[in-house]
T-cell receptor
Framework: DSGVTQTPKHLITATGQRVTLRCSPR?????VYWYQQSLDQGLQFLIQ???????AKGNILERFSAQQFPDLHSELNLSSLELGDSALYFC????????????FGPGTRLTVL | QKEVEQDPGPLSVPEGAIVSLNCTYS??????FMWYRQYSRKGPELLMY????GNKEDGRFTAQVDKSSKYISLFIRDSQPSDSATYLC?????????????FGQGTILTVHP
């Protein structure tokens, strides 16, 4: 158990809908990262927050947004969902702002029908 | 061309075999190198973290980095069925990209008794 929690574990929804994925980092970790894992693209970095501020952005679609709250939990919002958004979404956390050991949560499996 | 290339396998070996997993990369800015292990339906967990060229050993695992060839390897000695998982190499972008990790596609390993 990494100490990173993600909810929900599974999410099934329809195209065009909007969903919110939630992540609680390990106690003491200030950085939160979001990744998408699909069979064809592998594990892709989406976005990083550090202590409430956006710090790095990957190939995150405009339909996706994230935020980190004062209690350091983070939410990833996915809107206007498409079939291709079906994937595993992982949250990771680390202590520092720059690269160091990232601890991954168990993931949220999103299925868009 | 992807920044990090990894043969997805699958790789199937008998218990006790020595396993060699490899990645190549193209970005000279990569300075740190990581290996993650991901069991089915779980989040990735960090196995090894190396910086310099050369070897780093941790139990049955040895990580090898050759920066001149842009080539990294993970060796598993005396492989066990519990080592069956997907192994991902990862490299932090560094610089202004802070915590972004670029992952290889992952190699699926099965160790059969």
């Amino acid at each position: 158990d990494s100490g990173v929690t993600q909810t929900p574990k599974h999410l099934i929804t329809a195209t065009g809908q909007r969903v919110t994925l939630r992540c609680s980092p390990r106690s003491g970790d200030l950085s939160v990262y979001w990744y998408q894992q699909s069979l064809d693209q592998g594990l892709q970095f989406l976005i990083q927050y550090y202590n409430g501020e956006e710090r790095a952005k990957g190939n995150i679609l405009e339909r996706f947004s994230a935020q980190q709250f004062p209690d350091l939990h983070s939410e990833l919002n996915l809107s206007s969902l498409e079939l291709g958004d079906s994937a595993l979404y992982f949250c990771a956390s680390s202590v520092a702002r720059r690269t160091d050991t990232q601890y991954f949560g168990p993931g949220t499996r999103l299925t868009v029908l | 061309q992807k920044e990090v290339e990894q043969d997805p396998g699958p790789l199937s070996v008998p218990e006790g075999a020595i396993v060699s997993l490899n990645c190549t990369y193209s970005n000279s800015a990569f300075q740190y190198f990581m290996w993650y292990r991901q069991y089915s339906r779980k989040g990735p967990e960090l196995l090894m973290y190396t910086y310099s060229s050369g070897n780093k050993e941790d139990g049955r695992f040895t990580a090898q980095v050759d920066k001149s060839s842009k080539y990294i390897s993970l060796f598993i000695r005396d492989s066990q069925p519990s080592d069956s998982a997907t192994y991902l190499c990862a490299m932090p972008a560094g610089g202004t990209s802070y915590g972004k990790l670029t992952f290889g596609q992952g190699t699926i390993l099965t160790v059969h008794p």
